[in-house]
């Protein structure tokens, strides 16, 4: 398979940031865990939280994430 080619904002190369705050949660994969949009910062760049549950509680990880897009509906935002 081909291999995407490297991010880079302003010359500087990027890191996969993200995919390090899942490690721990894909090693342990009793606690489940849900990234939910929860809008724009100041200067228009997206934001969202990580839900982690207890082990193997989904039920609550998902009411969690509903609960919060229902208290923030950012899809009706643009930047």
């Keep these: 398979a081909a291999e995407a080619p490297a991010v880079s904002v302003d010359s500087h190369g990027m890191h996969y940031w993200a995919d390090y705050l899942a490690v721990p949660f894909n090693i342990c994969n009793r606690h489940p865990s849900l990234a939910v949009p929860t809008g724009f910062g100041p ?37």
Excluded: H, K, S
């Excluded at 760049?45 to 208290?71: C, S």
């Design 43 to 79: 200067t228009g760049v997206p934001t969202g939280l990580q839900i982690v549950g207890n082990a193997y509680d989904q039920q609550a990880v998902f009411r969690a994430g509903f609960a919060l897009e229902q208290g923030r509906p950012w899809q009706t935002i643009r930047p």
